[in-house]
């Protein structure tokens, strides 16, 4: 008997070759990955029936790791981040955070609503980044569902951000909902209400890496929807024009490396970048293809704008996943949002939210391979 037991787990592994099977049922777990003061925090691995597996946390609601195949079937990860969850209690750029209330900069961290002026944290320059000194990405989230069907696996989060939080009116409570589709799609839906006027753009800061770091990003070939860019000044504020990308380094209507031209770009590509919907609706954004590992990345959003940034300001001095350095180029960031400083330019698509009112937003990352 024991003879057949061992006989019969051999040919599963022999057949199976010890890898994620192909249409198993897709799956949620969870594990306690430490304490952020008294809260216990969990880190959720959500895994479909193609074996692709995303890791969140309810810290910052940060995707920590995301395994995809390339076109020989290998699952790497394709992400920056952290090991362990102290990488992302310290200092970070963001890695793949939940960004908020207001991603992206707000002019001298001031704005005027219905005639009254607020004053946020400032924390780039004199500029409001980002959400402020303790933006959404370091707040923890309540684990509000998690569960997987057949198809899909779900993980919502919700967090209450306080009247006066950072500086900002209003009782704000978000729900973000991760859903890791079978088709190897990332859909990232953000809810939110208020209970008085305020702004909020919300946003995720997922670096990618489609050769799983074995490269930088240079050599990555991207097309965006996108034909014109909001020009910005030197503490990264727009200066309130669009402007063609047509003819310029910022242009990639058509698929151009990211590495090509970057040169150009003073510090290399850190802009806004408006989207061809003006009115909320789905629309494809990006597509960025690496040819050595054949992963592509389409990027979908209801959102007015992206902003694509290079990891221009990392510089080998933090230590990520696996013991990887990251540099300058080691991941690039398709963050969907509404522009910067939108709260103070009243030509830019609104980010006022009021009580009443439903703010809705989604965005796909979606994974496939090109043979
Ligand atoms: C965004 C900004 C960048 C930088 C990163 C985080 O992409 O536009 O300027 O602040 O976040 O380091």
């Known amino acids: 008997m024991r003879s057949v037991i061992f006989y019969l787990i051999l040919v599963n592994l022999i057949l199976t ?10 799956s949620i777990n969870q594990m306690i990955w430490g304490k952020e003061g008294e809260a216990a925090i969990k880190l959720f691995t959500l895994t479909n029936r193609k074996g692709m597996e995303v890791r969140i946390t309810n810290f910052g609601g940060i995707i920590t790791s995301v395994r995809v195949q390339d076109k020989n079937g290998k699952m790497e990860n394709v992400v920056l981040g952290f090991d362990s969850l102290s990488g992302y ?3 970070h750029p963001y890695f793949g955070s939940l960004v908020g209330r207001y991603a992206n900069r707000i002019a001298n961290g001031k704005f005027v609503l219905d005639g009254t002026p607020y004053t946020l944290a400032v924390n780039n320059g004199r500029n409001h980044l980002h959400g402020g000194l303790k933006g959404f990405d370091k707040q923890v989230f309540r684990v509000d569902t998690a569960y997987a069907s057949r198809d899909s696996v779900l993980l919502a989060l919700t967090y209450l951000s306080a009247d006066g939080e950072e500086g900002y ?17 990332i859909r990232i839906w953000y809810d939110a209400e208020t209970d008085k006027p305020t702004v909020l753009n919300l946003t995720n800061h997922s670096y990618f890496n489609l050769t799983a770091c074995r490269e930088n990003i240079l050599s990555h070939e991207m097309v965006l929807m996108a034909d014109s860019i909001t020009p910005a000044d030197s503490t990264l504020i727009p200066t309130g024009i669009l402007s063609p990308v047509s003819g310029t380094a910022y242009d990639f209507t058509t698929a151009h490396t990211i590495g090509e031209r970057i040169d150009d770009v003073p510090g290399g590509y850190d802009i806004n970048y408006k989207l061809r919907n003006r009115t909320g609706q789905l629309v494809q954004a990006a597509e960025v293809y690496e040819p050595a590992s054949g992963r592509l ?37 398709l963050e969907a949002q509404h522009f910067p400083d939108s709260p103070n330019q009243a030509q830019f698509p609104t980010a006022i939210l009021r009580p009443g009112e439903k703010y809705r937003q989604l965005t796909i990352y979606r994974f496939t391979v090109r043979p």
């Open 17 to 26: 070759g010890c890898k994620p099977k192909p249409d198993s049922v897709s």
């Open 89 to 91: 209690q310290g200092t």
């Open 169 to 185: 009116p209003g009782n704000l409570k978000v729900r973000v909902t991760y859903v890791l589709t079978g088709e190897n799609e």
């Open 297 to 333: 990345l389409q990027v979908f959003t209801t959102e007015p704008g992206i902003q694509f940034y290079t990891g221009n300001f990392l510089d080998g001095s933090l230590t990520g996943s696996n013991g990887l350095r990251y540099d300058k180029h080691s991941g690039f960031c």
